[in-house]
Each structure stands twice: as structure tokens, then as C-alpha cells.
């Protein structure tokens, strides 16, 4: 497996770590019957709940761009230590990103974000040459 698919694997789990986080906490402080209701509905939470909401959405953005250029990319064969290395980068700016949104830092997560859009266009890069 190469390491670009690593890393799309590790972002994914990435991803379902966060949503089972998501779910446990509404589970517990909302109970069963509202968890298992459209959760479009749910009255919007104080602190750290919005912004693991807003993580997980992010993430899911982010994820949207990254899977498709990397299957692309793994299918062509195209890959190298750019591509190694844009994918690495990829995932530790999600991580990165998952973290100081949490928290509660914008700056840092805001630098997040841009690391991960040059990790994307680091590996997007390949196809141009």
C-alpha cells in the first residue's frame, strides 16, 4: 500500500474517531431518543461542541478533495516523494486542524487549513508536469 493511501486511510479513521466522539457525546448528554431523531434539529451546543461539529464538517470537506486526487493519483501511478510527502503533510494539517479547532484557536487552525490546501496542491502539482 503506498503512503499517499496510508495516508487517506489514517484520515478517514481520522474522521470516524471524531464522529464517534460526536456521537457519544450527544448520546450521553442528549440520551437515545434524541440521538436517533434527524440531528439536523439539535439545538446548537455552548463551547467545544460546535467546534468538534464544525471539525468533523471540515474534515469531511477536506477529505472530499483529498480521496478522489489521491485514488486518482495511485490509479496513474504517478507517484513520488512529492506526492509521499504532500499526503503526509495532508494528514498532519487535518490532525492539526481537528485539534486547534477543538481547542479553540483560530489562528493556529486557520494555519492549519493552509497547510492542508498547499499539502493538496503539492500532490495536485504531479499532474502538471
Not at 466522539?21 to 460546535?50: A, K
Request: charged share 10%; glycine share 8%.
Amino acid at each position: 500500500m503506498s503512503i499517499e493511501i496510508l495516508m487517506l486511510v489514517a484520515t478517514i479513521s481520522l474522521l470516524s474517531v471524531l464522529m464517534l466522539i460526536q456521537g457519544m457525546r450527544n448520546f450521553l448528554l442528549l440520551g437515545l431518543g434524541v440521538v436517533t431523531i434527524n440531528q439536523r434539529y439539535i439545538e446548537p451546543c455552548e463551547s467545544w461542541h460546535d467546534r468538534l461539529n464544525g471539525a468533523i464538517g471540515d474534515l469531511i470537506e477536506a477529505t472530499a478533495i483529498f480521496a478522489p486526487l489521491v485514488t486518482i493519483m495511485n490509479l496513474l501511478s504517478v507517484n513520488s516523494e512529492q506526492t509521499e510527502f504532500g499526503a503526509q503533510l495532508f494528514f498532519a494539517s487535518c490532525v492539526g486542524h481537528a485539534v486547534f479547532s477543538i481547542v479553540g484557536l483560530p489562528i493556529a487552525r486557520a494555519g492549519a487549513w493552509f497547510t492542508g490546501v498547499m499539502a493538496i496542491l503539492l500532490i495536485a502539482a504531479v499532474f502538471f508536469h
